[in-house]
């Protein structure tokens, strides 16, 4: 009977020690999960890519705007264009066309040699639209005006979209080109909501980056979640279905409709970036999704050592 006795308690005490061995090795093995965490949390927060310096992208122009983006005969338009450049340029040549109408005219047309500064430069001029848009060969529609800036044998260039109704306070769309959408993006402008109408399967894989998805099927759905008072820029994949699109806004209200011409094929034509869903997770949505695994395993690990 002893000797059962002494049996059972070495058995019960070596079950023990080996219980409370694999609770320490788990133990051990929570709280370098913890450390890893922490590491990546932190270093995900600081590790992110830091905005490009203007220094490396040389002569470039940042804005080409005007103070509207409809207007119709006898309206004045007030043409802004902001230039930086990384050094002081002696002599640069700075050109300003657009509104070409069926006739040849160009109805907006600058031309300057100026200095420009170290920095950002800006010029801006007015022009006014002739009093008789169909006389002068200017049918309701979209319109561009080219930017262009020499110096040397270097040339950069930009283009902005307006629109010419035939009668004021109409409302029509305004066609943009994927250059000007890249710099809306790029300047992070607040006054531009970009949406992608594809499938949520085609946004997933790859879409500009700042889009919103709402694919067509679903927009008469969801333009709740627009604000009218924004500029809502629409792309498909070819821009077959932006016009579309465009028609649906504006018959909801929507003012501000900027179709892209060519869509996300023009744009990948064009060599620009696009980002998967995956990459453009927010940082604060994955520090969240961090933050809970933290706690699960501290919950874990306490619960472990309150059983050791």
Request: hydrophobic share 40%; with cysteine; aromatic share 8%.
């Amino acid at each position: 009977m002893q000797k059962k006795r002494r049996l059972s308690f070495l058995y019960h005490c070596t079950n023990n020690r080996v219980v409370d061995g694999m609770m320490r090795r788990v133990f051990s093995i929570v709280m370098i999960g913890l450390v890893l965490l922490a590491a990546f949390a932190s270093g995900g927060a600081q590790n992110g890519p830091a905005p490009a310096a203007l220094e490396e992208h040389g002569l470039r122009i940042l804005e080409l705007s005007t103070d509207k983006d409809v207007y119709s005969a006898r309206e004045e338009v007030d043409i802004f264009l902001s230039i930086y450049t990384p050094a002081n340029l002696s002599t640069a040549e700075v050109k300003v066309t657009g509104v070409k109408s069926s006739k040849g005219v160009y109805y907006v047309s600058y031309s300057s040699k100026t200095a420009l500064q170290a920095g950002e430069n800006t010029i801006t001029f007015t022009k006014t639209l002739p009093s008789c848009s169909n006389c002068a060969g200017i049918k309701q529609g979209t319109y561009f005006i080219d930017a262009a800036v020499t110096y040397g044998n270097e040339t950069v260039m930009a283009t902005h979209s307006i629109a010419i109704t035939s009668a004021a306070n109409t409302v029509i769309p305004v066609n943009v080109e994927v250059e000007e959408v890249k710099r809306w993006t790029d300047n992070a402008d607040d006054e531009v909501v970009v949406v992608d109408l594809r499938s949520a399967e085609e946004y997933d894989a790859g879409h500009i980056k700042g889009a919103r998805s709402i694919p067509l099927d679903n927009l008469s759905n969801q333009t709740a979640a627009l604000n009218t008072s924004k500029k809502i820029v629409i792309y498909s994949a070819d821009g077959s279905n932006s016009s579309v699109a465009g028609t649906l806004l504006m018959e909801q209200g929507f003012e501000r409709v900027y179709p892209v011409i060519g869509g996300l094929q023009t744009w990948n034509e064009s060599g620009y970036v696009m980002v998967t869903r995956a990459e453009e997770t927010p940082a604060a949505e994955r520090e969240s999704e961090l933050a809970l695994a933290i706690a699960a395993l501290m919950a874990v690990a306490y619960v472990i050592r309150r059983r050791g």
